[in-house]
């Protein structure tokens, strides 16, 4: 061991994958690893248990893993079933037909969201909370509940980049005409000022993504008008936070 570490204490412990994006993630929602601790040639999947060896690091993540080793599961399915429900934090890796895949092992169809959730459509990038459970076998990881893992309504805040199909609100918030809920026959443009919702996602150097973009002032869009269908729009839309945090964000 080198003399980097000599004074700190190393803690072996086993625990679960709860978030895995690319080259890192996080054990137990707690215990940050990169993907070159991992050892042997079993894939990481979220959900997988994991023996640890943990060292702190207080400037950087609190608890950091420098070795992690796969525990392996039996490939039968004569085990038996673990219905108790866990949760997990994972990134959104790719969109296939109906199938959202937070890796190429754990994926789930994209009808599991709930109804109260229909202006919200996962989009690459996307940080959701899974509810899930364990079943016997090698594909054993069963998603019951997906949302967003936050998700947050800003009142009046400006629209102030746009370029082709993309854009940035208040200098922060990303959205693409691709995966946005719109009134009908509006297009967002530079210094409109806008009612958003958004959740959390990592898009280029962004921490949020708007799903629902309603103009904060009335506008008379073509070819019809709308009155009435843009206040329901944005009521519908504040449905989606009812069991999260109705903050109101303040942007500069």
């Known amino acids: 061991m080198d003399s980097g570490r000599s004074d700190t204490e190393l803690t072996t412990v086993q625990g679960v994958v709860t978030s895995f994006c690319d080259d890192y993630g996080m054990i137990d929602e707690s215990i940050y690893f990169s993907s070159d601790v991992v050892t042997g040639d079993v894939p990481l999947k979220i959900g997988q248990k994991v023996n640890v060896v943990v060292e702190e690091d207080k400037p950087l993540y609190g608890l950091r893993a420098i070795k992690v080793d796969v525990v392996p599961h039996p490939l039968n399915g004569n085990g038996p079933s673990d219905s108790k429900l866990r949760v997990l934090n994972g990134c959104v890796a790719s969109i296939s037909e109906d199938t959202i895949y937070i890796s190429?092992?754990?994926?789930?169809?994209?009808?599991?969201?709930?109804?109260?959730?229909?202006?919200?459509?996962?989009?690459?990038?996307?940080?959701?909370?899974?509810?899930?459970?364990?079943?016997?076998?090698?594909?054993?990881?069963?998603?019951?509940?997906?949302k967003p893992t936050r998700c947050i309504h800003a009142e009046e805040v400006r629209v102030t980049h746009i370029r082709g199909r993309n854009g940035v609100i208040s200098n922060n918030i990303f959205f693409t005409l691709d995966s946005v809920k719109l009134p009908d026959g509006y297009v967002p443009k530079v210094d409109d000022i806008v009612n958003v919702i958004m959740v959390e996602s990592t898009q280029f150097c962004f921490k949020w993504r708007a799903v629902s973009i309603i103009p904060a002032q009335k506008f008379s869009p073509t070819p019809c008008g709308i009155t009435e269908q843009s206040t329901l729009d944005l009521r519908n839309a504040r449905a989606m936070t009812s069991t999260t945090s109705h903050l109101i964000l303040q942007f500069g």
């Not at 996307?126 to 899930?132: C, I």
């Not at 459970?133 to 090698?138: A, K």
């Open 104 to 146: 190429n092992i754990i994926y789930f169809p994209m009808d599991i969201f709930s109804e109260g959730m229909i202006y919200f459509v996962p989009y690459k990038g996307d940080w959701l909370k899974v509810e899930y459970s364990t079943e016997p076998g090698f594909s054993n990881f069963k998603a019951s509940s997906v």
